[in-house]
């Protein structure tokens, strides 16, 4: 798809052509068995080479900046990526875009995102009780299934 972004005629498809080769990257880092630090490395450049080359697009600029946000917070930079997405609505010609819109809920989102995940270690008190059962006693008796062994669930005749 790049090749093809480089040699198109129609400027219009070489640049859709360029952003989708770009996300086709940032799809391949979420491969575990991809080589995931290179296809980061590939999206940036293709992102980056989409920014310059279809400059007097703000469209695919804005998506290009988009997609290098997204690269810059799967690396863990969230200044980075607030400076991609804080780009991207200083574009002219995006103002209203879905890009810009989803620039700034990422915007929103990089401090929650940058935020170290703490899982709480502290111990049941009671451990051998079952959190899905009511509490305060009551009678688990059931009278119906009285006689019944496990055979009669198993759905064999």
């Given at each position: 798809l790049v090749?093809?972004?480089d040699t198109a005629k129609d400027r219009l498809l070489g640049s859709q052509a360029i952003i989708i080769a770009g996300n086709r990257?940032?799809?391949?880092?979420?491969?575990?068995?991809?080589r995931r630090n290179e296809q980061l490395d590939l999206a940036e450049d293709i992102f980056n080479s989409?920014?310059?080359?279809?400059?007097?697009?703000?469209?695919?600029?804005?998506?290009?900046?988009?997609?290098?946000?997204?690269?810059?917070?799967?690396?863990?930079?969230?200044?980075?990526?607030?400076?991609?997405?804080?780009?991207?609505?200083?574009?002219?010609?995006?103002?209203?875009?879905?890009?810009?819109?989803?620039?700034?809920?990422?915007?929103?989102?990089?401090?929650?995102?940058?935020?170290?995940?703490i899982f709480d270690t502290t111990m049941s008190t009671n451990p051998g009780l079952d959190p899905m059962l009511p509490v305060g006693g009551g009678d688990w008796s059931f009278p119906e299934m009285d006689g019944l062994d496990s055979r009669d669930f198993s759905g064999d005749e």
């Open positions: 090749d093809f972004a990257a940032l799809e391949m880092y979420l491969d575990p068995t991809s989409a920014k310059t080359d279809f400059a007097d697009q703000p469209l695919i600029v804005a998506q290009a900046m988009s997609g290098l946000g997204v690269v810059a917070e799967n690396r863990y930079d969230f200044a980075a990526a607030r400076e991609h997405y804080t780009a991207l609505l200083a574009t002219p010609g995006t103002a209203g875009t879905p890009a810009a819109e989803v620039a700034r809920q990422r915007i929103e989102m990089l401090s929650l995102l940058a935020e170290p995940v």
